[in-house]
């Protein structure tokens, strides 16, 4: 007996491997409720930040993210069109989504915020999938600013110095210039890696912005990641975080990289969005709590990393409703960032591109990355160019009498030289060094000013 029980478990043993594994059961749940852009959605467990697929009517398909939950209710946010909805359809949840493609390969390619190409040149074949969300570096182990990166633009190289892993903000109404001084950041940039991030821009103004003021030649060093306006604002808000995530490998990988993303108002609203329809009150101009605490959290996932590995520069585009600097967005971005560019109205109707107004903007890391000489000179510059702008409406009407002041002269004298020194074309760079030269140049030191 005991043999014909050893004989007996070998068989069962031996026939067990021609036995299918179990097939764990799918769960679905079903669609009860749509208003807007909000899907409801029960019986189906799954938390905030998974994705799933709801399939509708003749076989159509709706991409959707998890935003937010009441007692077994479940809130939804499309990512893709919808189409073909109707009440109880069925709604599965999808394995493994909130990865996505990172790699040299993404060089030159533009995607969406999906990580799907959009560039019609074949799929993308990324040597890895990370997370969307990445880690959080504790702010002691993080390498200080310490040196500078040249990004070709004379007026900022001089007066605004900016340094590896510093965080700004391009603060512009609309139609001063922004997206056309950010092109030809991505072209005179010294960085290894430009990652461009077009978030609620106009579908016109993306193509236009990687053809015209890209280029061939920025492209080939950068990825660009787009959202138009005609997204849905989760996809928005997922390019915003793509953008930052590619940014984040390629710093791992010890990179200088340039991010620019046009722009963090859209990225702003775009969670407004969100956060209104699942519910959230309003709370400063119609943005709700969720929308000032998203933005840190965007903006801290750049900077330096180890010391001894790569940086992320990043330049934010917020846009000004009004040229209102006050606005709620743009008075948040100012107090998170390491610095404000200001883009000028009256400069860009006067001509004078790129429009960066000098005396409203700063750098704060510009101390520690120029040296004693270029800092004490750039401040200097300042001090006349506002020297002139007091008292250019006297001057404009005449009303300025020659001789009585000696640093308002000298402003007077050497305006012109300095305004010629600002400005700058879209096909010429300003490398750091000429520029930094070129500034000594033009403010000589034996001048009344100069002496102060």
Wanted: glycine share 10%; with cysteine; aromatic share 6%.
């Amino acid at each position: 007996m005991m043999i014909m029980k050893s004989t007996l478990s070998e068989r069962l043993q031996r026939l067990s491997g021609y036995i299918p594994p179990q097939i764990e059961p799918e769960l679905s749940g079903r669609l009860t409720r749509m208003v807007g852009l909000t899907l409801e959605c029960i019986g189906c467990p799954m938390v905030v930040g998974d994705r799933c697929v709801i399939h509708g009517h003749h076989g159509s398909t709706v991409e959707a993210e998890v935003v937010g939950f009441e007692d077994d209710r479940v809130y939804l946010m499309p990512l893709t069109v919808i189409e073909g909805l109707r009440p109880g359809a069925r709604v599965v949840p999808l394995s493994a989504a909130s990865r996505v493609p990172v790699g040299p390969q993404l060089l030159g390619r533009v995607i969406n915020g999906s990580g799907q190409p959009l560039d019609g040149r074949g799929p993308l074949f990324a040597e890895a999938q990370a997370s969307l969300a990445g880690e959080i570096i504790n702010p002691l182990h993080r390498a200080p600013v310490r040196q500078s990166l040249d990004v070709g633009i004379r007026a900022i190289n001089a007066l605004l110095t900016v340094g590896q892993g510093q965080r700004l903000g391009l603060f512009a109404g609309s139609g001063v210039g922004k997206s056309m001084l950010l092109g030809m950041m991505t072209r005179f940039t010294n960085a290894d890696v430009t990652v461009v991030g077009l978030i609620g821009e106009r579908g016109r103004e993306v193509k236009e912005f990687i053809e015209d003021i890209l280029g061939e030649e920025g492209l080939a060093r950068s990825v660009v990641v787009a959202a138009p306006a005609d997204d849905s604002p989760l996809m928005r808000l997922r390019a915003a975080m793509l953008t930052t995530r590619i940014a984040e490998y390629f710093r791992d990988q010890g990179k200088r990289v340039l991010l620019l993303m046009d722009s963090l108002t859209r990225y702003a609203q775009a969670q407004r969005e969100i956060a209104l329809a699942v519910g959230e009150p309003p709370a400063t101009k119609g943005y709700p709590p969720s929308v000032f605490a998203k933005l840190p959290q965007l903006v801290e996932r750049t900077g330096n990393g180890m010391p001894g590995g790569g940086s992320i520069t990043a330049f934010y585009t917020v846009l000004t409703e009004g040229d209102d600097q006050q606005d709620p967005i743009a008075d948040a971005a100012r107090a998170i960032l390491d610095g404000h560019i200001v883009l000028s109205r009256r400069l860009a109707e006067e001509g004078h591109y790129p429009a960066i107004d000098v005396e409203a903007s700063v750098s704060r890391v510009m101390p520690q990355v120029a040296s004693p000489a270029h800092f004490a000179k750039a401040q200097k510059f300042k001090q006349v160019y506002a020297r002139y702008q007091q008292a250019r409406d006297l001057i404009s009407v005449g009303a300025y009498v020659k001789g009585s002041d000696p640093d308002t002269d000298f402003a007077i004298a050497n305006i012109d030289a300095m305004k010629t020194f600002l400005q700058q074309s879209l096909t010429e760079g300003a490398p750091l060094q000429e520029t930094v030269a070129g500034l000594f140049e033009v403010l000589p030191d034996n001048t009344a000013a100069g002496n102060e």
